[in-house]
């Protein structure tokens, strides 16, 4: 039986593919439509206006923290430094729903603001959130670990270098901390070098942005960029730290054995000006300067003014000598009592007419002949030698908040002003400026710009500081300088001195005592400033220290608080250095005539 093939009903084949296709063509046409009206209003209508909008939806910008520089003493040993630390960080897309309970988990363990913590961890339109910087490495883990036990999610760590004072309380004063994180999670500087060179210090932090899917996960072909960090510069400064330590020590017993209020001791490279120490008291504990609320975090020695007192006789003693007006022999016939204008002049102790030569004054530390020989000084001259001393200016170490001090000058220098100026009082000064001003006559009349940094450095205000970029200016003659630290050697010679417990055995020491009232608001309120200032060896110095006590209460001077200090640091200073004895005899200057 043969098949045939079925006959197809009319009209069923051709006609309704063709049919089915024109559907199609709609179709397809009216999807090009929509698309092609959407592309216009993204190209033509706000084109930058959608691309932010869709790159801000997933862009996750990261800071990449530089490593801050090290801050040295003279050798290389850290008196500031940085090691490994860890920043935690927050998804808020992830933290958001927990936060009230993961702000209060975060507070606590990590000491951080509950309300800031918890507005980070709730922000909006934001992937990335700091929540704390700078935690040490071990600290950092071990609570982001107990916050995914707690079930929190959404934490993570960063690469963040933390701040380590491995002196702890040596040269706190001078080298500074850093303090509370600014808004970006950056420590701030808050006192000292920290403060000064945070700019050198602190580099420039870098930057990782990159795109994120829904999940949170990066897109590897998405706009990725890395702007690397740049590391900070080390500060090296003049510091020995040994010497610091030790100087730091012995303020601490002398000012609390005064029962005074504060003090200061520095101790200077005699020919470079170099500040080997920089010693304050009270200090704090840089790593904790928490625990020490009241205490000055910078240095007194550059931000406490005071009158010097008698040290100062030995800048008007060697501006006379320059100047060729006297020599230590001039004889004085002193009086017990110097009437000046309608005021009198008198001497801390007690005396009859005595006859002394510029240099008995200089060792009985006579204020009323200290006047009498300024008398020779024409009008003006005095002043200008104690600028060229440095005085009335800042040093210009590299220390913010440094005070220049007051020298008066002009219709403030009254005939009765310059009589106590020429001793002491009158002017203030800052602990640094004074002893800069006494090494200048142990450098043989030149004064040399100090130095707290080793080579040259920039300061955030732009200024350059350092020994690489150190003045110097001659202020007296060398046989000026030379002849009056020989009236300075008497000043510490048992016999006709004021201050024999500032000698140190073995060597020739030139030195000065200081004492001097100090003003409160309603002018001089009974308490005194005492100081030593010197150098040794005398007649081939290497060291000038300088130490001060603000308001001993027990009752003392310049030559019996600070000598002995001076004293205790100064044969350390020159033990450590290995500086042998010069074995020359020491001054014989006569005091009387």
Known sequence: MSSRPRSRPRGSGRGSSTVRLRIGFVVIAMVMSVFAARLVQLQGIDPQQYAAMAAAEGQVSVVLPAQRGDILDRDGVPLAGSIDGLMVVADPSLTAQDAPELATFLSKRLDLDYFVTLERLQARDSRFQYLARQVPAAE??????????????????????????????VGANMVGFLGTPDKDGAAQPLAGLENSFNTWLSGHDGEARYQTGSGGARIPLGDNTVDEARDGADLTTTIDRDLQWYAQEVLARTVTGARGDSGSAIVLDTK??????????????????????????????????????SVSKVLTAAGLIDAGKVTPRTKFNVPPQLMRQDRPIGDYFDHGWIKLTLAGIIAKSSNIGTVMAADEFEPGQLRRYLSAFGLGKRTNVGLRGETKGILPGGTDWTSQTGDRIAFGQSYSVNALQMASAVNTIANGGMHVDPSLVRGTATLDDGTKVGTGVATKQRVVSEEAARQTALMMERVVDPDVGVAPGAAVPGYRVAGKTGTAQRAGKDGYDGTFTVSFGGFAPADDPRFTIYVVVQNPRNGQGGGSVAGPAFSQIMGYALRRYAVAPTGTPPSRLPVEW
């Open 140 to 169: 950092a883990r071990d609570v982001v670990a107990a916050a995914k036990e707690e079930g929190f999610l959404g934490l993570e760590l960063r690469d963040d270098p933390v701040r380590v004072y491995p002196s702890g309380d």
């Open 272 to 309: 470079t000006n170099e500040v080997l120490a920089l010693a304050d008291y009270p200090t704090y504990d840089a790593e904790h300067p928490e625990l020490s609320p009241e205490a000055n975090y910078n240095s007194r020695a550059l931000t406490d003014v005071y009158e010097p007192g």
